[in-house]
């Protein structure tokens, strides 16, 4: 396994940052282990001096750091998305703990996916909706009656375990790439997702059930399948067809 090469695979995503200090430590924890690609969603400041500050001389990421105004942006590209949360939420996903979710993001590297690692606010953590576009739930499994850990420490602990990962792996020769497609990326699926909920309405599915704890279940389908990119062109296409005859039978009963 080339260590090295694999790197720029992996991406650590932080979601509405309040403070900058954060991020500047956030960046200093993942280019200690090697890993130098930084995203931020709706930061409340950057660039900003604190957060040079606390990157302590890890400039070449905050410099490298992509500025989003939403999650799917800092998603483009990815195929196996990892949302760190301290509680357990309304949100129904895979629980793993730190280790079983980097050996999971290596693996998945080694086939040449994108890997992301996704960090909330400070305060409120990761909402159910952006915990709702990743794979997996992340927990560290820290003490019951003292489970807030700073952002920056969490970031580490993703990156440490991803490192140890790598390196367990570092001797097993050269990584064999998958025959298969590779999964649709985070915003393919995203696209995927908003005409599967319009497709819904225009046939009329829902008649007085809970649009959104349908969606969510099916979100959960889709995510946990990891369809490729030929596998949604046959579901767009099919729910093409399902909104044309449904526009078909409107036109039809107005005549």
Known sequence: ???????????????RTSHPGNIGSAARAIRTMGFTRLELIAPHRFPDDEATAMAAGADDVLAGAGIHTDLVGGLAGATLVLGLSARRRGVTLPELDPRQAAAQAVAAAGRGEQVAWVFGNERTGLENDELARCHAMVRIPSVDDFSSLNLSQAVQVAAYETRMAQLAGAGGGEAVPSNDEPPADAEQLERF???LAQTLDDIEFHKGRQPDTILLRLRKLFLRARPDLRELRVMHGIFADAQRMASLARKNSSG
Request: aromatic share 16%; no cysteine; glycine share 0%.
């Open 193 to 195: 997702f908003e005409h």
């Open 1 to 15: 396994m080339d260590i090295a090469a694999l790197n720029p695979l992996f991406r650590y995503v932080l979601v």
